[in-house]
């Protein structure tokens, strides 16, 4: 069975009665389901681990979680919209970071 083609990878979520689409692709991509020009993209410093399997002492460091799950998404939505993400009147993008457990905004 294939996706259909307009989903394009993303999941559904819904955080405080509010819908969201999510998907993973080097970052965690989020978007309001009713505003497309919206977004949230989440750095939780994943890397590509075949790169450095012969490259040990240039390996960056670990990143956490090992798996994006939605209870991880869910908790990333509502810090962002506790620290001014808009997705009602179209604010456009906001980027988190997320390391050692703990997620800042990062200024563009």
């Known amino acids: 069975m294939t996706l ?9 979520i819904t955080v405080d009665g509010q819908d969201f689409q999510w998907r993973f692709d080097k970052v965690i991509d989020i978007r309001p389901e009713t505003k497309k020009d919206t977004k949230l993209l989440i750095d ?10 012969n490259d040990k002492e240039n390996r960056p460091p670990d990143f956490q979680p ?24 179209g604010a456009g993008l906001m980027n ?10 990062e200024k563009l």
């Open 4 to 12: 259909p083609k307009n989903k394009r990878g993303f999941r559904k």
């Open 44 to 53: 939780f410093g994943w890397y590509d681990v075949w790169l450095y399997v």
């Open 66 to 89: 090992e798996t994006v799950t939605p209870a991880f998404v869910r908790q990333a939505i509502l810090f962002a919209l506790n620290h001014g993400w808009e997705i009602q009147i």
């Open 96 to 105: 988190l970071k997320y390391r050692e457990g703990v997620f800042e905004v």
